[in-house]
């Protein structure tokens, strides 16, 4: 299909975007017309769609292999929809490739002000550079917009420290894309989420490492942090703002992971996301008293499997970088191999308070920097992120893993530990064996 001049020209029309409403014309068609999950109105864009509805769905049921009328109902989970438009725009740009290469998420450390001072905090906030000013995080944000990120996950550092976050937010939103807001959530106030929520946040992510008090304070470097944590989880929750809980994976709380779910789904939270520790910035002066071993590693994703079927919440766990060998032998590989596992510079890339780009939050290789040349240029010229999407160019056991095109290991941590980020995954249980 891609392989038709005709079909691709017409799609490559259908993400030129309205001048009116920010929106593009793939946008209204889907959210606007089909799935009908957008409620604003635009006379301009609204008028084209109408005509270039029926045509586009056919494409992109084409795409799916599913039937226009099962693609109907799957355009109403939203999560889904913008991932679709998103590979699509992908393969427009990029081509048909394993895996796929396509705009996902940005996540933008917007400010490294803090007002804690986190024992593992890899940035090692707080600290001051010279931070991107409101007209230049504003350009940022047309740029991503135009590239068709779907989800930019403004952290810090405390990115509620930031005056113009709001602003921010709201300029996200009005592009089509996801603003996520990652926090320590001691500054989500009643007035802030509101805020927040006006500004078209619809999630959350809250750092939360045990709901014992002096536990979680002590790691997170404060006093009553876990008290005005929970506060502004629940102001959030109030204000129909989904939220997921980060909760880091040490030897201080690896064996309480039953009961941090339970109490994080009594407190109203959607998700939690386990993440293990990656050895860099503050964590260094302490990774032998906190660093967990493969083994307690795999047990503990043994562990979570378990629990997901107890507990009715949603869990990840970003360990290992793919599922155990019996899962994958169970796994559509020819499907699966699409995602790519390890995500780095193929949907995601990190970009830095004062502008530096880089694959991925916890591979801090700079690729560029956009006070010098555009996001646009960096993402599809640096010899980094295209080094990252060739797979064939892996060293040690992951260049001969039959999984790799579907794992990739990680990259973060393989250039932590090695200093190479094409080298081996140090932490794959594949590896390990």
């Known amino acids: 299909m891609f392989e038709n001049p005709l079909i691709t020209s017409f799609l490559k029309t259908m993400y030129t975007r309205c001048p009116v409403c920010k929106k593009r014309l793939i946008d209204t068609i889907v959210f606007r017309h089909a799935s009908y999950t957008w409620t604003e109105k635009c006379d301009l864009c609204d008028t084209i769609a109408v005509k270039l509805k029926n045509p586009t769905l056919e494409i992109l049921a084409e795409i799916t292999g599913m039937q226009v009328e099962e693609l109907y109902n799957e355009l109403k989970d939203e999560g889904f929809a913008k991932i679709l438009i998103a590979e699509v725009k992908g393969i427009l740009d990029y081509g048909v490739r394993v895996p796929l290469c396509f705009p996902g998420s940005v996540s933008w450390e917007i400010t490294y002000k803090c007002n804690l001072k986190c024992l593992h905090c890899y940035v090692e906030s707080p600290r001051v550079v010279d931070e991107l000013s409101t007209d230049e995080a504003l350009k940022v944000v047309r740029d991503i917009a135009e ?126 996301n386990f993440i293990p520790l990656i050895p860099l910035g503050r964590i260094l002066e302490h990774r032998k008293d906190f660093e967990l071993n493969m083994k307690e590693y795999l047990e503990i994703s043994s562990s979570l499997m378990r ?76 010899p980094i992120f295209n080094d990252l999407r060739d797979r064939s160019k892996l060293r040690g056991k992951c260049s001969k893993c039959k999984y790799k095109h579907l794992c990739g290991g990680c990259r973060g941590r393989a250039y932590a530990v090695f200093g190479d980020y094409l080298a081996e995954d140090p932490y794959c249980p594949l590896t390990w064996a």
């Open 147 to 272: 590239m068709g990120f779907v989800t930019v996950a403004l952290s810090g550092g405390e990115p509620l420290l930031r005056r113009d976050i709001i602003q921010i937010a709201s300029e996200l939103y009005q592009y089509g894309v996801n603003p996520v807001i990652v926090t320590n959530g001691t500054l989500l106030t009643r007035e802030t989420v509101t805020k927040l929520a006006k500004a078209g946040v619809k999630h959350v992510q809250i750092s939360i490492d045990s709901f014992n008090e002096e536990v979680h304070d002590w790691f997170r470097g404060g006093k009553g942090v876990l008290h005005r944590a929970l506060e502004g989880l629940c102001n959030c929750v109030e204000n129909g703002i989904d939220v997921v809980i980060n909760c880091v994976v040490a030897r201080f709380n690896y064996k309480e992971l039953s009961r941090f779910l339970k109490l994080a789904y009594k407190h109203g939270a959607k998700a939690v």
């Open 307 to 382: 629990l997901r079927e107890e507990v009715p919440i949603d869990v990840t766990f970003e360990y290992p970088q793919i599922p155990s060998p019996s899962i994958l032998e169970r796994l559509d590989l020819k499907a699966t191999m699409l995602i790519g596992g390890c995500n780095a510079a193929l949907s995601r890339c990190n970009i830095t308070a004062d502008g530096y780009v880089q694959p991925c939050n916890v591979l801090r290789v700079n690729a560029g920097n956009i006070r010098r040349e555009s996001l646009k240029d960096i993402w599809t010229e640096s």
